[in-house]
């Protein structure tokens, strides 16, 4: 079973930076999808940044586009987002999800995700 530590939320100005990191354990193979989502106060969580690891393809939700960076530590089994100039919108409990193999070439689709960590909270205060 594929198990995912998340860390780095808090609280953060306007414009400021933030650096989440999601440790994973239990990985059965190389060839799987893993990503950031997030969920909003009274919102529906979304697909936030996610990463092919074998290709190295990624997706982006336009929100974030330019912004966060979807990046992966293989010695550490380690995936990171850093997200810079954060605005109040990208309030949210942020976590890391894993795919396993892609099953199409879109990739973040929240029904696809078999396994979830915990959670981490990110504010942005305006």
């Known amino acids: 079973e594929v198990h995912l530590v998340e860390s780095g939320g808090g609280l953060v100005q306007t414009g400021g930076s933030l650096r989440l990191s999601c440790a994973v354990s239990g990985l059965p193979h190389d060839d799987y999808a893993i990503g950031w989502f997030r969920q909003p106060p009274g919102d529906e969580r979304e697909g936030v940044a996610c990463?092919?690891?074998?290709?190295?393809?990624?997706y982006y939700v336009d929100s974030v586009e330019g912004r966060f960076t979807i990046s992966r530590d293989n010695a550490k089994n380690t995936v990171y987002l850093q997200m810079n100039d954060l605005k109040p919108e990208d309030t949210a409990v942020y976590y890391c999800a894993y795919e396993g193999r892609p099953v199409f070439e879109r990739l973040c689709i929240i029904p696809l995700q078999k396994y979830w960590g915990e959670g981490t909270l990110v504010t942005v205060s305006s």
């Open positions: 990463l092919n690891v074998r290709d190295g393809s990624t």
